[in-house]
């Protein structure tokens, strides 16, 4: 008997490959960066019973439409607003993400973001490639210290915790918000705050919500407003929480001190202001990118991949 039928509509790592390449049939090599057209979408998901698919791509009802063998939607994020879940759920097809794998490596990102834009880090590094470092001096390039000071973290879920237990080593003072209260761990102290006076108190804010109607632009111009002038503000979470645009204008006229992204309203597009902006530190949506990590949400797609092609529950469906 012929084996099912997948489409990856990108080049994932190579265990991975090898591991999708040994059990299914697929529909195409991806190839390396290479991006799917809508054409190609449509094709893949006629054709598929199951697909892996990224952030990136947009699901909706009419790509479903084409649909008529799918079985599985393996997403390889834990986000999945990506996804139409109703047309999904309507046409009987399995959504599923990859939560958990991914937390350490988004922490440790969150954390290097932080460090970069308080310690110039960026700007410091350019200096010296290109030549214009002349030596040390007293005033160069000074930035904020981090040991000491207070993390605001809006969205106390399992990354916004990961964030939360690494600053103890700097000796921070951890305020959050989030929908529910959590507990933290032996000798941890973490102060559940309104999102108004977390904003007022914290020197650093780093956001950790998923995308949904009511996060769209929870920071705006007036959230921005309620922030030290000192402070620093982080997004690892997803682009569109964050109105850049205000953004924009809080950064140029100094509401805040700086800030560091790593995901954008309308990704990959990158609003051509903060580009200039010497006070921003900004990646390429990194979040998860280690090799270890990438190869951990391939195997949780291709465990749940298993299990629905084989009539089983999927361990990490979403509903």
């Known amino acids: 008997m012929a084996p099912p039928t997948v489409y990856v509509t990108r080049l994932l790592p190579s265990p991975i490959m090898a591991t999708l390449r040994e059990r299914y049939r697929l529909v195409a090599e991806p190839a390396e960066e290479a991006i799917p057209t809508a054409e190609d979408l449509r094709a893949g998901f006629a054709e598929a019973d199951a697909v892996i698919c990224m952030l990136s791509d947009s699901i909706n009802a009419d790509l479903l439409s084409h649909a008529t063998k799918l079985k599985i939607l393996a997403n390889y994020a834990v986000g999945y607003n990506n996804i139409d879940l109703d047309a999904a759920k309507a046409r009987g097809i399995v959504v599923t993400n990859t939560p958990d794998v991914l937390t350490d490596a988004t922490a440790d990102l969150a954390w290097a973001l932080m460090l970069s834009v308080a310690r110039r880090v960026v700007e410091g590094d350019q200096w010296v490639r290109t030549g214009t470092w002349r030596?040390?001096?007293p005033t160069q390039?000074?930035?904020?210290?981090?040991?000491?000071?207070?993390?605001?973290?809006?969205?106390?879920?399992?990354?916004?915790?990961?964030?939360?237990?690494?600053?103890?080593?700097f000796r921070m003072r951890v305020v959050y918000e989030s929908r529910r209260s959590v507990v933290a761990p032996p000798g941890l102290l973490w102060e559940h705050r309104p999102l108004d006076q977390l904003l007022a108190e914290a020197d650093f804010v780093s956001l950790h919500v998923p995308l949904t109607a009511s996060t769209r632009h929870?920071?705006?111009?007036?959230?921005?407003?309620?922030?030290?002038?000192?402070?620093?503000?982080?997004?690892?979470?997803?682009?569109?929480?964050?109105?850049?645009?205000?953004?924009?204008?809080?950064?140029?006229?100094?509401?805040?001190?700086?800030?560091?992204?790593?995901?954008?309203?309308?990704?990959?597009?990158?609003?051509?202001?903060?580009?200039?902006?010497?006070?921003?530190?900004?990646?390429?949506?990194?979040?998860?990118?280690?090799?270890?990590?990438?190869?951990?949400?391939?195997?949780?797609?291709?465990?749940?991949?298993?299990?629905?092609?084989?009539?089983?529950?999927?361990?990490?469906?979403?509903?």
């Not at 930035?143 to 103890?168: E, F, S």
């Not at 805040?256 to 580009?275: N, S, T």
């Open 218 to 319: 929870l920071i705006g111009a007036r959230e921005l407003s309620l922030m030290k002038p000192t402070a620093i503000l982080i997004n690892t979470a997803r682009g569109p929480v964050v109105d850049e645009k205000a953004l924009v204008a809080a950064l140029k006229a100094g509401v805040i001190a700086g800030a560091g992204l790593d995901v954008y309203e309308e990704e990959p597009a990158v609003h051509p202001e903060l580009v200039a902006l010497p006070n921003v530190v900004l990646l390429p949506h990194l979040g998860s990118a280690t090799v270890e990590t990438r190869i951990r949400m391939g195997r949780l797609c291709l465990d749940n991949i298993e299990a629905v092609l084989n009539g089983r529950p999927a361990p990490n469906q979403v509903s």
């Open 141 to 169: 390039l000074l930035g904020a210290d981090i040991a000491g000071k207070t993390l605001g973290i809006i969205g106390m879920g399992r990354i916004g915790q990961a964030v939360a237990q690494r600053a103890q080593g």
């Open 135 to 137: 030596g040390w001096a």
